[in-house]
């Protein structure tokens, strides 16, 4: 939708959607999770975050860093 997004994050049996903004100029992305969709047997509770993150210069990796309530953390994500 132009430069606003929609997606899905699963980790570890957890999934969660989210939806953000794409500045494609600074090849950068902020995004809000939204929803647990599914939270994983083993994981006691998932604190919705809001993140933000850069594009490498292949365009391959995308690395940030985002906020929820159990406070600050880094992550990345590649495409396979």
């Known amino acids: 939708d132009g430069d606003k997004f929609y997606g899905t994050l699963t980790k570890e049996g957890t999934v969660v959607l ?3 903004t794409l500045d494609a100029g600074a090849r950068e992305v902020s995004f809000q999770e939204t929803k647990v969709v599914k939270l994983a047997p083993d994981m006691p ?5 809001r993140d933000s993150g850069a594009f490498s210069a292949d365009g391959l990796t ?3 860093s985002g906020q929820d309530r159990g406070g600050k953390y880094g992550w990345d ?3 396979e």
């Open 18 to 20: 989210f939806e953000g």
């Open 45 to 49: 509770s998932w604190s919705l975050g």
């Open 62 to 64: 995308l690395t940030g």
């Open 77 to 79: 994500a590649a495409k």
